[in-house]
């Protein structure tokens, strides 16, 4: 198994309160499934997002604040997920397995999870797969997410990236 470091930057999203800032994304296009959108709150780090039919959100991008990439995940049935809280997670991308670090938060009272990378070239590494399941820290599966199109999408947001510095 891959040990990665994955940690989230509370400063970032995290109002004083600890309610997590709604993002003003600004809309880029929509290629192979996923929107390509740019952040403000990540220095105009470029993302794509795609939105499943369980209303569950995913989000893969660049961290242009840090210089890192990351992805996220939303979804309203996580009642467990803290605010601030970190877990120990692994998720699995067509069978190889990681270990990483993911920050509980909530984005508009819908809870969610982040795990940023300090390679921000292994976004491209996610997208290249068909498949990742995320994992609870007690090992079972969380959510698995069909990542069809994301390779394309990303090419496009590498590119906005570009544009963006």
Request: glycine residues 10%; aromatic residues 10%; contains cysteine.
């Amino acid at each position: 198994m891959k040990i990665l470091t994955a940690l989230m930057t509370a400063a970032i999203l995290f109002l004083p309160t600890g309610a997590v800032q709604a993002q003003a994304l600004i809309d880029k296009g929509f290629v192979s499934g996923w929107n390509v959108m740019v952040d403000p709150e990540m220095g105009n780090g470029c993302l794509i997002q795609t939105v499943y039919q369980d209303l569950s959100v995913i989000r893969i991008g660049y961290d242009a604040t840090t210089n890192r990439g990351y992805f996220v995940a939303f979804n309203k049935g996580w009642r467990r997920v803290e605010e601030g809280k970190t877990y120990d997670i692994r998720f699995d991308l067509d069978g190889e397995s990681f270990d990483a670090v993911a920050t509980g938060f909530e984005l508009d009272r819908v809870p969610g999870v982040g795990v940023f990378f300090d390679d921000r070239e292994f976004i491209h590494a996610i997208a290249r797969k068909k498949g990742m399941t995320i994992y609870s820290p007690a090992g079972e599966p969380v959510m698995a997410i069909d990542l069809a199109g994301s390779a394309k999408a990303l090419e496009y947001a590498r590119k906005c990236q570009q544009a963006q510095n």
